[in-house]
């Protein structure tokens, strides 16, 4: 790394040009880094403020578990219409418009105070999310070459893509609770900030380079296309179960957390909710970080590891009820749910050649994002008519046999096809 960069700056100093624009690319990774942290982090401001809004709107848990599950439309639809077009229109032709777009969801937020106003602040804010994932990660990979050159390795990129997605999604509710419970107006405020603060990244993304031209001529534009090849069906499905699994696990955290630290355990801190969904997410972007270096068995195996005792452990806090074992286990839980999502979503990369790896993945993201909203939404009508502990150990019975039945699946076939097979 020190000879590359005394290297580098050998070269900047012999060429100014080439020191700005090593400038310029830096500057432009951090932005976009952020703004991708922030972006993710809008789209959970809501999970510590769900109690509130049920106050508010007086609606059940059922109709809670739908505005949050409509957040999954707006995703899956933008990953379809436009998840691809960052590779046609540039880089920052779609990131800009991503954080508008999450800012007019605040403006929904703000200004349209009842249920028909969630549900479109949701889904528009799914829009943008969807938007953002593969536009900011292809830019941030793209703009560390900018910075190191091709033949530096691309792990940085890599982590900070990972810490901004699965990190962010944990500093949303973090901020949002704190703020209910210590600052004024806890159902406006996040979103004025969060819609400031995506304001001026928006205006930063813009000065920054781009690193994608526009091809001439302009393709014709089509919708997002998924393949699978008819040899990898059998783990592509497999790898999708496992990644259905995993992003079911996040859901509970982002939607019916709250409620159940309220209903359960008495627990009445938004802050505390916030916190418990930062916990579960920081601990997955952690564990795919510490691990990023691991091949896919160890990580297939490490991940149903950590998770099945986190998930009892969960519905074991929720049972008798311990707040510090709830928590406990939503740390090992959001641990073992990313090594396992981290794992399917390699698994799945790995069933198609390089030139349609776009397509099998918008395949695999599509059944993730199901699993991100149907289960919550079932989890929801079960509590109408069983105890909130009661459903959580179902719902925990089925995500581990999932998760560790997929990944075991997974670990067989990658040994069997050997070196030989299209990797990450």
């Given amino acids: 790394m020190s000879s590359l960069i005394s290297a580098g700056q050998k070269q900047d100093a012999a060429h100014p040009?080439?020191?700005?624009?090593?400038?310029?690319?830096?500057?432009?990774?951090?932005?976009?880094?952020?703004a991708f942290l922030v972006n993710m982090g809008f789209s959970a401001v809501?999970?510590?403020?769900?109690?509130?809004?049920?106050?508010?709107?007086?609606?059940?848990?059922?109709?809670?578990?739908?505005?949050?599950?409509?957040?999954?439309?707006?995703?899956?639809?933008?990953?379809?219409?436009?998840?691809?077009?960052?590779?046609?229109?540039?880089?920052?032709?779609v990131l800009v418009p991503a954080l508008l777009i999450n800012v007019v969801s605040a403006m929904i937020f703000l200004f349209a105070p009842g249920l028909p106003g969630l549900v479109a602040a949701r889904v528009v804010s799914g829009i943008s999310v969807g938007l953002t994932t593969a536009t900011a990660t292809a830019y941030l990979a793209e703009l560390h070459i900018g910075v190191f050159g091709s033949e530096h390795s691309p792990r940085r990129a890599q982590v900070v893509a990972t810490a901004a997605n699965l990190g962010g999604i944990g500093v949303g509710?973090?901020?949002?609770?704190?703020?209910a419970q210590y600052a004024p107006q806890p159902l406006r405020l996040p979103y004025i900030l969060f819609a400031a603060v995506l304001f001026v990244l928006a205006v930063l993304v813009v000065l920054s380079p781009e690193t994608?031209?526009?091809?001439?001529?302009?393709?014709?534009?089509?919708?997002?296309?998924?393949?699978?090849?008819?040899?990898?069906?059998?783990?592509?499905?497999?790898?999708?179960?496992?990644g259905i699994a995993s992003f079911a696990v996040y859901g509970v955290f982002?939607?019916?957390?709250?409620?159940?630290?309220?209903?359960?355990?008495?627990?009445?801190?938004?802050?505390?909710?916030?916190?418990?969904?930062?916990?579960?997410?920081?601990?997955?972007?952690?564990?795919?970080?510490?691990?990023?270096?691991?091949?896919?068995?160890r990580t297939l195996n490490a991940g149903p590891l950590i998770l099945v005792p986190g998930l009892a452990l969960l519905v074991g806090g929720m049972w008798l009820p311990s707040l510090?074992?709830?928590?406990?286990?939503?740390?090992?839980?959001?641990?073992?749910?990313?090594?396992?999502?981290?794992?399917?979503?390699?698994?799945?990369?790995?069933?198609?050649?390089?030139?349609?790896?776009?397509?099998?993945?918008?395949?695999?993201?599509?059944?993730?994002?199901?699993?991100?909203s149907v289960p919550v939404v079932g989890l929801g009508i079960a509590t109408q008519y069983v105890s909130a502990s009661t459903v959580m150990l179902g719902f925990v019975v089925i995500a581990a046999v999932a998760v560790v039945g997929c990944g075991r699946v997974?670990?067989?076939?990658?040994?069997?096809?050997?070196?030989?097979?299209?990797?990450e």
């Fill in 254 to 297: 982002n939607s019916l957390a709250p409620s159940f630290l309220v209903g359960t355990m008495h627990q009445h801190s938004h802050a505390v909710a916030g916190a418990v969904a930062f916990a579960a997410f920081a601990a997955g972007a952690v564990a795919q970080i510490a691990m990023s270096r691991a091949g896919l068995p």
């Fill in 46 to 93: 809501p999970t510590p403020l769900y109690v509130l809004y049920q106050q508010r709107d007086h609606f059940s848990t059922v109709m809670l578990t739908v505005v949050y599950a409509v957040y999954a439309v707006g995703v899956i639809a933008s990953l379809f219409f436009g998840g691809h077009l960052s590779d046609w229109v540039g880089r920052k032709g």
């Fill in 324 to 372: 510090m074992m709830f928590v406990f286990g939503g740390v090992l839980t959001g641990a073992g749910g990313g090594l396992a999502f981290r794992g399917a979503l390699t698994a799945a990369g790995s069933t198609a050649p390089a030139a349609s790896r776009a397509e099998v993945l918008a395949g695999f993201f599509l059944g993730a994002y199901i699993g991100l």
């Fill in 17 to 34: 040009a080439h020191a700005w624009r090593r400038r310029h690319h830096s500057f432009g990774f951090w932005v976009a880094a952020t």
């Fill in 410 to 423: 997974l670990a067989a076939q990658h040994t069997r096809s050997g070196p030989g097979e299209h990797t």
């Fill in 173 to 179: 509710p973090l901020v949002a609770g704190l703020l």
């Fill in 212 to 242: 994608v031209g526009r091809p001439e001529p302009a393709p014709r534009y089509r919708p997002q296309r998924i393949v699978v090849p008819g040899h990898a069906r059998r783990k592509f499905f497999v790898a999708t179960g496992a």
